[in-house]
């Protein structure tokens, strides 16, 4: 009984600028309209990242991920025990959503946390062993919050980008100054497949 939906997603703009002087521009030891096109290119996909997981759908931003009705959720005690991690995974399995690419999202304090962290009681076989947890490959990325975790098959997350990243060079408004100012825009907007495939652990 395949179910067939409309999801409507619509652009939310995310923005980023920089300012640099004349002279910085006349060095030729470092190409500086590249540095700074590759800077702000970093900026924003950081604050993609952290709309996509913590985004919440009002004032302009996208809903993400932990805000998205109908995922699962787990406590977790500090970064997690062996049995809270499982429980993350059983929630997406028994919303018949295992399936596909399965992974973890996890902190780089929670990496160190469970690499010393024993599965059960005192033996030498630690919950994060060779970039894996229970098997599944773990994605470390510092926009997640202390003590967060996610799990899920990410195929069911979309993202919608209107155009690539726009790059717009303005040498007017600080021209007095002797200063160029890049402005970077990117639109998006996200939308979950399958909720039951996502678990969010806190």
């Known amino acids: 009984q395949q179910a067939i939906d409309q999801v409507n997603m619509t652009p ?3 923005g980023a600028f920089v300012d640099y002087s004349r ?3 006349l060095q030729s030891s470092i190409d500086v309209e590249r540095m700074v096109r590759d800077d702000l290119a970093r900026v924003i996909a950081l604050e993609l990242d952290r709309a996509a997981i913590y985004g ?5 931003q996208p809903l993400g991920l932990v805000n998205t009705s109908g995922i699962g959720t787990e406590t977790l005690t500090n970064a997690g025990t062996f ?3 499982i429980a993350m995974e059983t929630d997406v399995a028994t919303a018949n959503a295992d399936a596909g690419s ?4 996890m902190n780089a304090a929670a990496r160190g946390a469970l690499k010393s962290t024993s599965k059960i009681g005192s033996e030498a076989q630690f919950v994060w062993e060779n970039g894996e947890v229970n098997g599944y490959p773990v994605i470390v990325s510092n926009q997640l919050q202390s003590n967060d975790a996610l799990f899920g098959d990410f195929s069911q997350f979309v993202v919608g980008m209107w155009s690539g990243l726009d ?3 303005d040498p007017y408004a600080g021209a007095t ?3 160029v100012r890049i402005i ?4 998006v907007d996200f939308a979950v497949k399958q909720p039951g495939a996502f678990c969010y652990g806190t």
């Open 12 to 14: 939310k703009t995310v």
């Open 23 to 25: 002279r910085l521009l």
């Open 56 to 60: 919440t759908g009002s004032s302009n």
């Open 83 to 85: 049995a809270q991690l």
């Open 102 to 105: 399965m992974r973890y999202i």
């Open 167 to 169: 790059l717009t060079v």
């Open 177 to 179: 100054a002797g200063t």
């Open 184 to 187: 970077a825009l990117q639109d």
